[in-house]
């Protein structure tokens, strides 16, 4: 949803690898070649988060378990790191062809847990923000006291889909803006009355940043402006679909 103005979805670069300890608002106001406005939506890479907050895990020091052996084994992978996405994982949903798809404790389902051993120094793996949440809140604030720009941040991290080839990236934090666009009571253009139209907006915005931010650019945050959201205490956790409501499980 947005008004007249075209949307912009704007590169945010980063010339070196983000350390543990960085603050990340700086990071993106310096970099951003353009001032942060009021209603901006900033869009960041989970992997620079994870960087920050020191959430990388090296390999070499891991001692897989029996499960995790046998599980690599079967699947052709390295057992310290099937023993680390075990570590970050509340259940097995899926193992076929050499993936492994758990549901994260966060409750993400998705490929490793969010290990991932890419844009990283080789020997390590990268691990989900603990909450990933309260990270893009942190971000918001920090960016607000040395703006005063009230703006909407968003962590994104890329997902595979089910029935679908090609990934694309997904919402895992969200602070400042409602995560879902509901259409429910209101009235399409031919005056029916919408019942169950929900838009993950959240979603949609970070798939957008993902066009411009790549994954080999060194380019790990956006901004999106001229996007009209709805200012909220919003989260990734109210989008997770309960169980009982879940036709695939």
Known sequence: MS???????IPVSI??????????????????????????????????????ESRTVNLNM????????GIASEYQKDPKLVEVILSESNRI???????????SYHGFICANAGVDESNVEKGYATLL????????????????????KKVAVLISDTFGRPFRLGQTDHAIGVSGMESILSYEGKQDTFGKTLRVTAIS?????????????????????????????????????????????????
Do not use: W, Y
């Not at 008004?3 to 979805?9: A, Y």
């Not at 891991?62 to 052996?69: G, H, N």
């Not at 411009?212 to 402006?225: F, H, L, Q, S, Y």
């Open 3 to 9: 008004n007249k103005t075209s949307l912009q979805v």
């Open 15 to 52: 010339d070196h690898d983000v350390q543990p300890g960085e603050n990340i608002a700086v990071l993106i106001l310096a970099s951003s070649k353009l001032a942060i406005n009021d209603g901006d939506v900033i869009v960041i890479s989970q992997k620079i988060i994870s960087k920050q």
């Open 62 to 69: 891991v001692i897989p378990s029996e499960l995790a052996t």
């Open 93 to 103: 949903v899926r193992m076929n062809n050499g993936v492994l798809i758990t549901e």
């Open 129 to 148: 923000p603990k909450d990933p949440d309260k990270s893009a809140s942190n971000i918001r604030k920090k960016i607000f006291d040395m703006t005063g």
């Open 201 to 249: 907006s959240v979603d949609e915005l970070c798939a957008a940043a993902e066009l411009v931010t790549g994954k080999t650019t060194k380019c790990p945050a956006a901004i999106i402006r001229n996007f009209k959201f709805i200012p909220n205490n919003g989260n990734v956790i109210s989008m997770l679909r309960d169980e009982k409501e879940d036709l695939f499980r």
